[in-house]
């Protein structure tokens, strides 16, 4: 019997104007925005696809956080274009 792998994270890369949104984010805000790109890192697929882009669009209404990202092809990679929290 082979042992029982966890799904793979994948890598999250934020390009700079996701940094730039980043550094003006209080703590709170901050900590919220991390607990959402822990979710997509374990499940890309969690964004809902922006027509006619390779971009993804999640929302987390109760943490009132937003992330566009779009995922490498083979899912190993996920990178943030866009933060708001």
């Known amino acids: 019997m082979s042992p029982e792998h966890k799904p793979r994270r994948s890598r999250v ?14 703590a709170s805000e901050t900590h919220r925005l991390d607990r959402a790109i822990v979710a ?3 499940d890309p ?12 669009d999640y929302r987390d209404e109760i943490d009132g956080v937003r992330i566009i ?7 190993t990679i996920t990178i943030v274009a866009y933060v708001e929290a």
Do not use: M, N
């Open 13 to 26: 890369v934020t390009v700079e104007p996701a940094l730039t949104q980043l550094s003006k984010l209080t």
């Open 40 to 42: 997509i890192s374990v």
């Open 45 to 56: 697929r969690l964004g809902v696809p922006v027509p006619g882009t390779l971009l993804r």
């Open 69 to 75: 990202y779009y995922v490498t092809a083979l899912q």
